[in-house]
């Protein structure tokens, strides 16, 4: 019988979707503040003078915000709910990795040659790698320790193809 795994939803479906451009306007509308700021109180003059230096500051600061708190939340997110509504499917012969925009992914169980956790983990949560190869074709997918029950499926895995899972 298939043993079914499935990563939980925490964010509405919309947001999965379109969280980057909510982002993204975001950014962009701190980086327009930052810009009103300048028009609005800026000197514009050719000299280099002390008002111009700190509102010259301001928009660099502005800057650095409005691209880079979008782009760490948004790798954050991916990192930590990349997978929510995705789904394993564990069966006799197969593993089957269903996302939730019904992308689907399978390796044979015969094919699994290496269950390891990725080395370095530069968004959490770490991967754990499941790498399938026949002859000289290689094929993998990832599954994070967010799903529930990722143990077990590891440990069940591990039996049906007798490869260790090498976790740190």
Request: with cysteine.
């Amino acid at each position: 019988m298939p043993e079914v795994f499935n990563y939980p939803v925490t964010y509405p479906s919309w947001w999965m979707d379109y969280y980057y451009l909510f982002t993204w306007a975001f950014g962009m509308l701190l980086l327009a503040l930052g810009w009103a700021v300048f028009f609005r109180y800026g000197k514009f003059t050719y000299g280099v003078d002390l008002g111009c230096l700190w509102k010259s500051i301001v928009l660099v600061l502005m800057t650095t915000v409005s691209l880079g708190v979008p782009n760490y939340y948004n790798t954050r997110f991916v990192g930590e709910h990349g997978q929510d509504g995705d789904s394993v499917k564990l069966s006799s012969d197969q593993l089957l990795y269903l996302d939730r925009k019904g992308v689907e992914k399978q390796l044979k169980l015969a094919d699994v040659n290496a269950i390891y956790q990725e080395s370095i983990t530069y968004n959490p949560p770490p991967k754990i790698y499941i790498v399938a190869a026949k002859t000289a074709v290689r094929d993998s997918l990832f599954i994070t320790t967010n799903l529930p029950g990722y143990k077990r499926l590891l440990s069940e895995l591990s039996q049906r193809t007798g490869v260790p899972a090498k976790l740190r």
